[in-house]
């Protein structure tokens, strides 16, 4: 068993390396790098470096703990005893668990505070298909129950509930969910739980999720809840477009987060921002709010680019989106709610998005439906105002908008402006199906609704000029060597 610091690693490493000549050497902040995965006595040297919140003291390899990268045998006890191990390291430095090149079959394993988890670009982790490998938790408080089903959840692949500075990451390592059986299940209805997630962290402050990809998630893919300074960064998600709720990027109850440089292609909404579900959600009371999203790349034929809600519960606020580029997506922007719902959706800034071929550009639907229950309060009327939407171009397009509040209390302080919508060969005759809302529109083709007062040329709708916190986290240059057998 190996299991060095990385000072101590480097220093034995470093002599190995100076006899042999088939290694280039460079140095980058004093800290030397080199070409990875060099082969010598039969072991392999890897070298990597990454960016994240914060490096690590201590690293391990899978392999270290028995792991086996064959495609099929378990390595869910290797995951859970690497973690738990490192986990010694959380006031010591903290630690890094390195995954080799190789398949390595896993069920759930929890992650642990001040770590890193990361694969190797060969690495790919498959998710187990034994349902015993998937222990069943609570129910989120804030849903009250399970999104497929009554009762509990099946635990994500990668789990983690009250942690601080966490980091998953890779150099496009992947994580392919195998998610068909679940999907088959769902359509059978022979769910017992509620699918699993891939990548779910719960009450946890400092996170970094990035430079990965997901494949066929059972259900959502990233799903950070209750927590704040998250960042996810550089990640592909690919899922067929017909599979059940595969969600790329599900920000629920979060504060403080920021969606980059992602490319995203599911069957459900490439990010649908959450914050629970009618009397739960709002009983719960932690809204999503201060969420950045730029350079998404969306392709989602039966669902929305960026979708608000519809459980949004514990309200959402100060979103701010662009530089979104959508391809072949039912909506480009869809908000989602209901009576029942309550709180608000405001404070919402998009700009900078080109879209081909879409169903709708804007969507927003005040009697969504899909509630948790029979008690939900008829009286929780959902407030949405201050949404802006500007600088968008779309082509091929069958319809511009289908904008509809909720009797009685309307969608207000709704702006679009400078907003370019080329129609398909067969567009919808009514453009705008507008109701029960209220706003402005400014340099908008084809001509929008009445409700949306026009306000002559060049009169941009807001996005804020200052920055959120989020974007003053700084990402760290690190650097490690680490021989696997
Ligand atoms: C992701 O990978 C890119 C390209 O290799 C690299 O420039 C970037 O620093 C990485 N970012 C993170 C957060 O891992
Ligand atoms: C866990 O870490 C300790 C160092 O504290 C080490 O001595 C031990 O061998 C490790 N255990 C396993 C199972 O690898
Ligand atoms: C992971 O954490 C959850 C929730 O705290 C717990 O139910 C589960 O048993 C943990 N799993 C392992 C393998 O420790
Ligand atoms: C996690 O944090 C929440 C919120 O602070 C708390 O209610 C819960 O008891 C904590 N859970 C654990 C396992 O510490
Ligand atoms: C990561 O891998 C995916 C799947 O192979 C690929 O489509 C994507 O282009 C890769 N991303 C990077 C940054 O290399
Ligand atoms: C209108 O939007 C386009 C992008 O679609 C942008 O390039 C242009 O600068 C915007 N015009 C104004 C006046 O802001
Ligand atoms: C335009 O959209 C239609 C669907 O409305 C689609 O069938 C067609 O392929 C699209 N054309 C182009 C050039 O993308
Ligand atoms: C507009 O939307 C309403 C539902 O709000 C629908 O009943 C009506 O048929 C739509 N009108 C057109 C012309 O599409």
Known sequence: MEFWTSFRKKQVLDIILVFSIFLVLFETNGVESRKQAKHYEGGVVNSFQYSAISCRKHTASLTDFGGVGDGTTSNTMAFQAAISNLSQYASDGGSQLFVPPGKWLTGSFNLTSHFTLYLHKDATLLASQDENEWTVIEPLPSYGRGRDTQGGRYISLIFGTNLTDVVITGENGTIDGQGETWWNKFHNGELKYTRPYLIELMYSDTVQISNLTLLNSPSWNIHPVYSSNVVVQGITILAPVKSPNTDGINPDSCTNTRIEDCYIVS???????????????????????????????????????????????????????????????????????????????????????????????????????????????????????????????????????????????????????????????????????????????????????????????????????????????????????????
């Not at 974007?471 to 690190?478: G, P, S």
């Open 267 to 485: 069957g459900d909404d490439c990010v649908a921002v959450k914050s629970g579900w009618d009397e739960y959600g709002i009983k719960f009371g932690m809204p999503t709010k201060q969420l950045v999203i730029r350079r998404l790349t969306c392709i989602s034929p039966f669902s929305a680019v960026i979708a608000l809600g519809s459980e949004m519960s514990g309200g959402i606020q100060d979103v701010r989106a662009e530089d979104i580029r959508a391809i072949d997506s039912e909506s480009g922007i869809r908000i989602k709610t209901a009576v029942g719902r309550g709180n608000y959706v405001k404070d919402i800034y998009v700009r900078g998005m080109t879209m081909d071929t879409m169903k709708m550009v804007f969507w927003m639907a005040g009697n969504y439906g899909s509630h948790p229950d029979n008690n939900y309060d008829p009286n929780a009327i959902p407030v949405i105002e201050n949404i802006n939407f500007r600088d968008m171009v779309a082509k091929n397009v069958t319809m511009a908008a289908r904008l509809e509040g909720i009797q009685d209390h309307p969608f207000t302080g709704i702006c679009i402006s400078n907003v370019t919508i080329g129609l398909t060969k067969k567009p919808k005759k009514v453009q705008w199906n507008c109701s029960e809302i209220a706003g402005v529109s400014s340099d908008v083709s084809p001509h929008p609704c009445g409700l949306l007062t026009d306000q002559g040329t060049e009169k941009a709708c807001n996005f804020p000029e200052e920055s959120l916190p989020i974007d003053n986290l700084v990402l760290q240059t690190c650097s490690y060597h680490l021989k696997c057998f």
